[in-house]
């Protein structure tokens, strides 16, 4: 679920195709977005996969 439609209330189409990019990113990597750990603890999955991507290590995030 969007945490802005958990507090807002309000849907909209982008929340869902954001939703299921997460998923994928979750099914390529074989981790979970929330319980995801890194040594910067306000690092998740999506800003993990952001890095790999600036630096050209994309195929790292594989499993």
Known sequence: ?????????????????????????EIISGKKNRGYEHTDPYLNLLGHAWLLWQENKNMELMD
């Open 1 to 25: 679920m969007a945490l802005e439609y958990a507090i807002d209330g309000k849907f909209s189409m982008k929340f869902a195709n954001f939703s299921l990019g997460v998923v994928v990113m």
